[in-house]
């Protein structure tokens, strides 16, 4: 399994910002997908998440603003994030887990994959 985001960067307060991830090796087995973040000097935090049924979970963090979907043809994850805030500073890891195991979809030791991240860096 290899999965490899993209569309990070700098952007404004306010302003809206897609992520993308290209999953290989995937399979319509896995239980769940999802994108974690971590900020310099904070936990690991995980913000959207999707199951192959696509039924989807937030955090109340980005609730509202945030939205998660997948394209199964292109095996590929997005994150359109809206209205940013510079509290959405952060590393951005999209995940995969094949197992359903005792975590839930939110949280970060569920997934067994990871993308090497992409920056998102939101100034006033």
């Known amino acids: 399994v290899q999965l490899v985001e993209s569309g990070g960067g700098s952007v404004l307060t306010g302003g809206s910002q897609r992520l993308s991830c290209a999953a290989s090796?995937?399979?319509?087995?896995?239980?769940?997908m999802a994108w974690i973040r971590q900020a310099p000097g904070k936990e690991r935090e995980g913000i959207a998440a999707?199951?192959?049924?696509?039924?989807?979970s937030y955090a109340g963090s980005v609730k509202g603003r945030f939205i998660i979907s997948q394209e199964d043809s292109k095996n590929t994850l997005y994150l359109q994030m809206n209205n940013l805030k510079p509290e959405d500073t952060a590393m951005y890891y999209c995940?995969?887990?094949?197992?359903?195991?005792?975590?839930?979809?939110?949280?970060?030791?569920?997934?067994?994959?990871w993308g090497q991240g992409t920056q998102v860096t939101v100034s006033q």
């Open positions: 995940a995969a887990a094949y197992g359903a195991g005792p975590y839930g979809p939110l949280d970060w030791r569920k997934y067994e994959f």
């Open positions: 999707i199951d192959r049924d696509g039924r989807t």
């Open positions: 090796g995937i399979t319509d087995r896995r239980d769940c």
